[in-house]
Nanobody, 123 residues
Framework: QMQVVESGGGSVQVGGSLRLTCTAPGFAANNCGIAWYRQADGKQREWVSS?????????????RYANSVKGRFVISKDKSKDAVYLQMNSLKPEDTGNYLC???????????WGLGTQVAVSS
């Protein structure tokens, strides 16, 4: 089991920015992928973005974003810190929710989740 911890959430006004961090010791060494999801109150969990492991396979070759965040959010990783970041810009009220990080892939990478970090965007 891989420990996954999210941080960086908070309350911002519409148009503001936040940077979320996901730390998962061992994910880089084990070539795991990382995905961000979010869940608003009373709604289903929604995939936001994912960044593949290295080397990328043909099934998971590129960084991807949900259409709702494309052009506003940027996912990146620092393998030396076992960290993945989600830079969120031009935030909207509909971005409000609990943002969760998932480590994915084969073996020890398989489906490790954090508890999330809360984001609230107010107008």
């Amino acid at each position: 089991q891989m420990q996954v911890v999210e941080s960086g959430g908070g309350s911002v006004q519409v148009g503001g920015s936040l940077r979320l961090t996901c730390t998962a010791p061992g994910f880089a060494a084990n070539n795991c992928g990382i995905a961000w999801y979010r869940q608003a109150d009373g709604k289903q969990r929604e995939w936001v973005s994912s960044i593949p492991h290295d080397p990328a396979t043909r099934y998971d070759a590129t960084i991807r974003y949900a259409n709702s965040v494309k052009g506003r959010f940027v996912i990146s990783k620092d393998k030396s810190k076992d960290a993945v970041y989600l830079q969120m810009n031009s935030l909207k009220p509909e971005d409000t929710g609990n943002y969760l990080c998932q480590v994915y892939g084969g073996g020890v990478c398989y489906s490790n989740w954090g508890l999330g970090t809360q984001v609230a965007v107010s107008s």
